[in-house]
């Protein structure tokens, strides 16, 4: 029997926390082009990976590559732009489930945070504060069976509905959808037209015609910059 001074006593090991981590196709610095915090100097964080294909998308590059970081990190260079707006953005941020996460973080921060979600997954998590800029996919995007609606029953007054138009039969399709949900009741809704599909001045007559209580929208990135990356 061995006495308790001489018991050899094994060493406790302890395991660092794994830092919570992302994976981060870009962080950039620009102004923002949509929505209601349209021209606002803004901090972009574009999350990797989409589990939709809408055949308009205009950035593709987002859905693979990308590279992990510590959200410590993330924080840490959104901070060096000394911008009060970010929009965490894709791909579709909340296939990464640690993007709730983040914008918790951001907001805790005291940041002015959007997402912009694809509308396909769940929106009841999301942190209150985050004002939602959620699409409705119009048939001509080709993922319109992805759209979730449940989450119409999960949207603040601060959210807004966007809904992308490639066509007539889009915008008829969005008319009606507007009319049977009653989502202007329930947010802002945004019409914006797919760039050469549908003439900007064109969609704008429609919703004058049909006396729509909706909110054109252009995208002022792509006026200034030309759909440059990094923009």
Request: with cysteine; proline share 5%.
């Amino acid at each position: 029997m061995v006495s308790g001074s001489n018991a050899s006593v094994a060493p406790t090991t302890s395991t660092p926390a794994v830092a919570e981590r992302l994976r981060i196709t870009e962080i950039f610095h620009s102004i923002q082009g949509e929505a209601d915090a349209i021209g606002w100097r803004t901090v972009f964080v574009r999350l990797t990976g989409c589990p939709l294909r809408c055949v308009w998308c205009d950035t593709e590059y987002s859905f693979y590559g990308g590279d992990w970081q510590a959200i410590d990190d993330i924080l840490a260079e959104v901070a060096t732009h000394g911008a009060k707006h970010v929009c965490v953005t894709g791909g579709e941020p909340l296939a990464q489930k640690r993007c709730l996460i983040l914008l918790q973080r951001l907001c805790d921060a005291g940041y002015d945070v959007s997402l912009e979600t694809s509308g396909a997954l769940d929106v009841s998590v999301v942190d209150p504060r985050v004002r939602k800029v959620m699409d409705l996919k119009a048939p001509d995007s080709g993922e319109s069976k992805r759209n979730l609606w449940s989450n119409l029953d999960h949207l603040l007054p601060h959210d807004q509905v966007k809904i992308v138009i490639a066509s007539r039969a889009d915008y008829e399709w969005a008319r009606g959808v507007v009319a049977e949900h009653a989502i202007d009741r329930r947010c802002m809704v945004l019409f914006s037209p797919v760039h050469g599909k549908v003439q900007p001045r064109e969609l704008a007559e429609w919703i004058i015609e049909d006396k729509l209580p909706v909110r054109f929208q252009l995208q002022l990135h792509k006026l200034l910059w030309n759909d440059a990356p990094g923009h």
